[in-house]
Nanobody, 124 residues
Framework: VQLQASGGGLVETGGSLRLSCAAS????????MGWFRQAPGKEREFVAA????????YFGDSVKGRFTISRDNAKSTVYLQMNSLKPEDTAVYYC??????????????????WGQGTQVTVSS
């Protein structure tokens, strides 16, 4: 399984970015996808997740109401739309997919495959 994240960059406070993560190597629609982030000196933090069908979405408390997650199973791609960005959103963002079925979408331990990360920097 390979994951390729893209879309990071530098944005001002209040701005928006959309991250993409293209997957390959197995049946994309069968597995949940997630986004995590890690700021310097901090632990990796759950951001958002989406079930294989796209019917269920989950968000970390710090991004609820500002971020949305979606997927296009025909393109084997998951997206993270980030609005109203804040300086504290600055981090490397990683996409990930689960090893098998799980109902623990927010847990780091549920995810077996990770992308390379994409830097998001929000200037104040």
């Amino acid at each position: 399984v390979q994951l390729q994240a893209s879309g990071g960059g530098l944005v001002e406070t209040g701005g928006s970015l959309r991250l993409s993560c293209a997957a390959s190597g197995r049946t994309f629609s069968s597995y949940a996808m997630g986004w995590f982030r890690q700021a310097p000196g901090k632990e990796r933090e759950f951001v958002a997740a989406i079930t294989g069908s796209g019917g269920g979405t989950y968000f970390g408390d710090s991004v609820k109401g500002r971020f949305t997650i979606s997927r296009d199973n025909a393109k084997s791609t998951v997206y993270l739309q980030m609005n109203s960005l804040k300086p504290e959103d600055t981090a490397v963002y990683y996409c990930a997919t689960v090893r098998s079925w799980t109902n623990s979408y927010t847990s780091y331990a549920s995810y077996a495959y990770w992308g390379q990360g994409t830097q998001v920097t929000v200037s104040s």
